[in-house]
């Protein structure tokens, strides 16, 4: 069983940045990979980014290329989202997830996530 906790939401102007935490409990986190989704009201849950255990691999949605960096520190059991040039349309609830399966190559699939926070909330305004 693995605990996540995000932090790090809020109400942020177009143009600012956020930085997102996920606490992770165990002590397996480190062969885990990572990932980021979020869920904009009235859609469904979509993908935003994923970290492979070692930090090597990340993976992005095209909507965020370029602006959103993913990380981990293991040593902390935390996985990190840095959001910069924020747009009205990143507002969402942000959830990490934990894939205990994928640890080299991370999956952008939903499906392949095991465990998942509560969630956190990110209000861009215009």
């Known amino acids: 069983q693995v605990l996540l906790v995000e932090s790090g939401g809020g109400l942020v102007q177009a143009g600012g940045a956020l930085r997102l935490s996920c606490a992770a409990s165990g002590r397996t986190f480190s062969s885990y990979a990572m990932g980021w989704f979020r869920q904009a009201p009235g859609k469904e849950r979509e993908f935003v980014a994923a970290?492979?255990?070692?930090?090597?691999?990340?993976y992005y949605a095209d909507s965020v290329k370029g602006r959103f960096t993913i990380s981990r520190d293991n040593a902390k059991n935390t996985v990190y989202l840095q959001m910069n040039s924020l747009k009205p349309e990143d507002t969402a609830v942000y959830y990490c997830?934990?894939?205990?399966?994928?640890?080299?190559?991370?999956?952008?699939?939903?499906?392949?996530?095991?465990?998942w926070g509560q969630g956190t909330q990110v209000t861009v305004s215009s």
């Open positions: 997830a934990a894939d205990p399966q994928g640890g080299v190559i991370p999956t952008t699939r939903e499906s392949e996530y095991d465990y």
């Open positions: 970290i492979s255990r070692g930090g090597r691999r990340t």
